[in-house]
């Protein structure tokens, strides 16, 4: 056997005709993010002409592209071009001034660039120390948003006189704003009741609307709760399908009585099925009773907050405990990004710290700083603060609000098409830009046959890939939803899909 060779440098250099590898070559980034720059710009120049829903099946993908890794690199060129061949076809294109299915996913120049940017940077501040300027940007964007709010000082990280008792985080999304609120509403019940660990979790009972985003109740079951211990309080057109505080107040009396521990209530401004509005001060009212917690679920509604007009939605949310909206759904600012404040900071990361040592510093030890790990699931984070608050030092308050009031008027214009045409009808108040309609039950035609009508128009609309929409079940009645608010809408849209309804619906009666 011959001798090693024993040149340390000899391991690790490469054939002559190789060049090392570079995944962050500064030249490779800017060719690259500069054809991907094109593509963007490009696709929101067509997607006009697109079709909202692709016409793929499940599985189409593995057929076009290999189903293994490849071994061996390959042009950038060649990856762009399978995106947009096999790729895009497969798109529901919620960025398409044709798409009223669901709330809107809104986007915006400012927000595209401060996401790539922070992509780019790939910080991860779980604490402070490891990137001060992601915390402070992401307390600073949090606190702008709760003044444009005009949310009491009492959520805010800062205030005049320094710290502030309360606080902010920017999540992923509405469900683990509600999970990381209900876990520590779940501890304060806990040790209100002098449990002995989670002795007594089957004992505590959570509330809210039968309208409710149905994320709460699968947050509830993570959470721990005991499935029989969730209160669903049925809603009708008296309010609104918002919640009833007389209701709210008998149910969770009779829990009291019965040895239970009322322990969280959810209200929520802008329900997804219906857009209905839970009072939020008379709510907190009725919980303040039990010393139970209230969350409020503003991750649509919120946004129209910003426009005094709507803020009196909000009005009593200086009795909540927490509050969540996400400016990804209305407020221009890309996926993900839901804003949850908490009025003491302290009873979430009480629930939530993890303080290994390998994370101790100085700046945590001083007490000084926040560590948003403290107010999340997870430890790690992305730079999420960046786009918020470049969509907000972008485009300042005044055109943030002119963007809200321009997607409420034209969803007032849907709503005064439908009521000139006797043939459908509005179910429910339109409080924002969603619109919820159907064709009505007249004549000979049965409510089971209204139903069946509007199941098939809504159908014949999507299958034209001209618009998308999408329904709901309100008060037994099979209902559409039309939800104004892609950043790309324009008048011109919402009459050339108001036209198509027409045509569609006398094509299916007549």
């Not at 045409?421 to 309609?437: G, I, Q, Y």
Request: hydrophobic share 40%; aromatic share 8%.
């Amino acid at each position: 056997m011959g001798s090693l060779d024993t040149n340390p440098m000899s391991f690790s250099a490469l054939p002559s005709d190789k060049a090392a590898f570079e995944p962050l070559n500064p030249e490779d980034v800017r060719a690259y993010l500069h054809k991907a720059v094109d593509f963007i710009s490009d696709y929101y120049t067509n997607i006009e002409s697109m079709p909202v829903l692709p016409n793929v099946k499940p599985g189409y993908l593995q057929d076009e592209l290999s189903v293994s890794p490849p071994t061996y690199s390959a042009p950038f060129d060649v990856t762009m071009k399978e995106l947009r061949t096999s790729v895009v076809p497969g798109m529901t294109h919620w960025a398409s001034p044709n798409f009223f299915a669901f709330f809107p996913s809104t986007n915006s120049a400012a927000a595209i660039a401060g996401d790539l940017i922070a992509s780019a940077m790939n910080t991860v501040g779980f604490t402070w120390q490891a990137s001060p300027a992601a915390t402070e940007m992401e307390v600073l964007a949090l606190d702008w948003l709760a003044q444009l709010l005009r949310l009491p000082t009492t959520f805010m990280n800062r205030t005049s006189t320094g710290r502030g008792t309360g606080g902010g985080v920017i999540l992923g999304t509405t469900s683990e704003a509600m999970l990381v609120t209900l876990v520590a509403a779940r501890d304060a019940a806990l040790r209100r009741s002098g449990s002995v660990g989670v002795s007594n979790i089957s004992r505590l009972v959570v509330y809210a609307a039968d309208q409710t985003h149905s994320t709460f109740f699968k947050a509830c079951r993570l959470a721990g709760f005991d499935p029989a211990n969730i209160r669903s309080i049925p809603t009708g057109p008296e309010t609104n399908y918002g919640l009833d505080p007389a209701k709210l107040l008998e149910v969770m009396q009779a829990d009291a009585n019965a040895g239970l521990v009322p322990t969280y209530v959810c209200a929520t401004v802008g329900t997804t099925s219906s857009n209905a509005v839970d009072p939020v001060g008379a709510v907190a009212d009725v919980a303040a009773m039990f010393n139970a917690w209230v969350h409020v679920d503003a991750a649509y509604a919120g946004s129209a907050c910003i426009c005094p007009e709507f803020r009196h939605h909000l009005d009593g949310v200086e009795r909540v405990d927490s509050i969540s909206m996400s400016p990804h759904k209305w407020l221009l600012t890309c996926l993900d990004c839901t804003c949850l404040y908490v009025r003491d900071a302290h009873r979430l990361s009480d629930s939530l710290e993890t303080n290994p040592e390998y994370l101790k510093n100085d700046a945590t030890d001083s007490g000084e700083v926040t560590d948003l790990k403290d107010m999340q699931v997870g430890v790690g984070r992305r730079f999420r603060g960046l786009k918020l608050w470049m969509v907000m030092r972008t485009y300042g308050t005044a055109k943030l609000q002119e963007h809200i009031r321009s997607d409420v008027a034209m969803a007032k214009m849907f709503e005064d098409f439908v009521r000139a045409d006797e043939r459908f009808e509005v179910v429910v108040p339109r409080n924002f830009a969603l619109v919820c309609f159907r064709i009505k039950a007249s004549g000979a035609m049965t409510e089971e046959d209204a139903n069946e009508a509007n199941r098939v128009l809504m159908d014949n609309l999507n299958k034209t890939g001209k618009a998308y929409l999408a329904h709901t079940v309100v008060g037994d009645k099979f209902v559409l939803r039309f939800a104004v608010g892609s950043s790309l809408q324009e008048e011109r849209h919402i009459r050339s899909a108001w036209d198509l309804i027409k045509k569609t619906t006398s094509s299916i009666m007549d």
